[in-house]
């Protein structure tokens, strides 16, 4: 039986043709047979669309915390394309260990908490990974309490933070983790990555009333196994920590943060929320503006929830609630204030709030 046709065209020609398709057909293009496989994941075809094509920015789910993968079943990475409102499926079963939990990315990988498959210690292994290439690195082992309390953090330089109240963990090239002692006056909520400093916010209030602030830590000042935080506050701010319940922050556009919480009614203790604001932070400036605030139809849903999530980066950010079936994504308009939409969630999330975090799908990212 005489080969198609398409196996006599030189393997030079095929790679010409699929490098004028954009990102996201080409990864369509790599399931359809395996001569399509074989093309669209060689180095030279890697290498001749790594200029060509920018990395697709997609809005990836994390696992439920306790969740359990079926046996024999692959483990799918889910993403969401706000360009073509489609779900997109990366297949993480390349990666050789148990319990694969995908915790955070930067430009082209994901980082991913996992188990050895050889062993039944309660350490825990952080692996980086390009789905797209399926490479990955391990990096070297940490224990069981990291995993369960430390927020993963990386930049654009694949620099790694695993930070907690107590101490963190910081990785750079070098083959082990360089361990810091911390002095945030509580535990750090939502900490992001911004350029080459950290921001959480961390609350300094009583038992009954939270107050919240915000701690900024320069990376090059981590030395001497001491980690110096400081206080960010102008006068100019005035009660802009005080109108927001359970504000957490968001990664913003160039050298800019999101503040995101409900919006109180008022300074009372436990005041109702009329909507959802979103504040920006020029980090350049010091000064902060309104970015959004969710319409107040599509936060009736929200408000009958008792808890929601937020993830995010740069002029997209996605909201779920607890018990219902969409999330909520907001973009960034041109013209400021931004605009509003439903997606439609996966079947088999469960009924908890969705987190995640940006992807940035690349093909010549190396872990």
Same mark, same amino acid.
């Given at each position: 039986?005489?080969?198609?046709?398409?196996?006599?065209?030189?393997?030079?020609?095929?790679?010409?043709? @699929?490098?004028?398709?954009?990102?996201?057909?080409?990864?369509?293009?790599?399931?359809?047979?395996?001569?399509?496989?074989?093309?669209?994941? $060689?180095?030279?075809?890697?290498?001749?669309?790594?200029?060509?094509?920018?990395?697709?920015?997609?809005?990836?789910?994390?696992?439920?915390?306790?969740?359990?993968?079926?046996?024999?079943?692959? @483990?799918?990475?889910?993403? @969401?394309?706000?360009?073509?409102?489609?779900?997109?499926?990366?297949?993480?079963?390349?990666?050789?260990?148990?319990?694969?939990?995908?915790?955070?990315?930067?430009?082209?990988?994901?980082?991913?908490?996992?188990? $050895?498959?050889?062993?039944? %210690?309660?350490?825990?292994?952080?692996?980086?990974?390009?789905?797209?290439?399926?490479?990955?690195?391990?990096?070297?082992?940490?224990?069981?309490?990291? @995993?369960?309390?430390?927020?993963?953090?990386? %930049?654009?330089?694949?620099?790694?933070?695993?930070?907690?109240?107590?101490?963190?963990?910081? +990785?750079?090239?070098?083959?082990?983790?360089?361990?810091?002692?911390?002095?945030?006056?509580?535990?750090?909520?939502?900490?992001?990555?911004? /350029?080459?400093?950290?921001?959480?916010?961390?609350?300094?209030?009583?038992?009954?009333?939270?107050?919240?602030?915000?701690?900024?830590?320069?990376?090059?000042?981590?030395?001497?196994?001491?980690?110096?935080?400081?206080?960010?506050?102008?006068?100019?701010? *005035?009660?802009?920590?005080?109108?927001?319940?359970?504000?957490?922050?968001?990664?913003?556009? *160039?050298?800019?943060?999101?503040?995101?919480?409900?919006?109180?009614?008022?300074?009372?203790?436990?005041?109702?929320?009329?909507?959802?604001?979103?504040?920006?932070? %020029?980090?350049?400036?010091?000064?902060?503006?309104?970015?959004?605030?969710?319409?107040?139809?599509?936060?009736?849903? +929200?408000?009958?929830? /008792?808890? +929601?999530?937020?993830?995010?980066?740069?002029?997209?950010?996605? +909201?779920?609630?607890?018990?219902?079936?969409?999330?909520?994504?907001?973009?960034? *308009?041109?013209?400021?204030? *931004?605009?509003?939409?439903?997606?439609?969630?996966?079947?088999?999330?469960? %009924?908890?709030?969705?987190?995640?975090?940006?992807?940035?799908?690349?093909?010549?990212?190396?872990?």
């Amino acid at each position: 039986m005489e080969s198609p046709p398409i196996y006599c065209l030189p393997q030079e020609m095929l790679q010409n043709i @699929f490098s004028s398709l954009p990102l996201r057909q080409i990864m369509i293009c790599r399931s359809v047979c395996k001569l399509f496989n074989q093309i669209l994941t $060689s180095s030279s075809f890697v290498h001749l669309i790594s200029t060509e094509n920018p990395p697709l920015s997609l809005l990836a789910l994390r696992p439920p915390h306790h969740h359990r993968q079926p046996p024999n079943s692959p @483990f799918l990475l889910h993403a @969401f394309d706000p360009n073509q409102n489609q779900w997109l499926r990366f297949n993480l079963s390349f990666l050789p260990f148990r319990s694969l939990h995908p915790i955070a990315s930067s430009p082209g990988l994901v980082y991913v908490w996992a188990d $050895s498959p050889d062993s039944l %210690d309660s350490n825990k292994l952080l692996i980086a990974c390009n789905p797209l290439t399926r490479q990955y690195r391990v990096l070297p082992q940490l224990g069981s309490a990291w @995993f369960k309390h430390g927020s993963v953090l990386v %930049d654009s330089a694949n620099r790694v933070m695993v930070l907690t109240e107590l101490a963190s963990l910081f +990785f750079t090239n070098s083959n082990h983790w360089l361990k810091f002692s911390s002095d945030l006056p509580s535990k750090p909520r939502s900490p992001i990555l911004v /350029s080459n400093s950290v921001y959480t916010l961390c609350d300094v209030g009583s038992a009954w009333r939270n107050e919240w602030k915000l701690y900024s830590c320069t990376l090059s000042t981590l030395v001497n196994s001491q980690q110096f935080w400081n206080r960010l506050e102008k006068h100019e701010w *005035g009660d802009v920590f005080d109108i927001l319940k359970r504000p957490r922050l968001v990664r913003g556009m *160039g050298n800019r943060l999101l503040m995101i919480g409900g919006l109180k009614s008022s300074f009372s203790l436990n005041s109702p929320c009329s909507t959802i604001l979103i504040l920006r932070l %020029d980090l350049d400036l010091l000064e902060w503006e309104e970015a959004g605030r969710m319409p107040v139809e599509m936060y009736r849903i +929200f408000q009958e929830s /008792s808890k +929601f999530k937020v993830f995010g980066m740069g002029q997209r950010v996605i +909201f779920s609630a607890k018990r219902h079936g969409r999330l909520a994504l907001w973009e960034c *308009g041109k013209g400021g204030g *931004g605009e509003w939409r439903w997606i439609d969630c996966l079947q088999g999330t469960g %009924d908890g709030p969705c987190r995640g975090f940006v992807f940035e799908v690349s093909l010549n990212a190396m872990p």
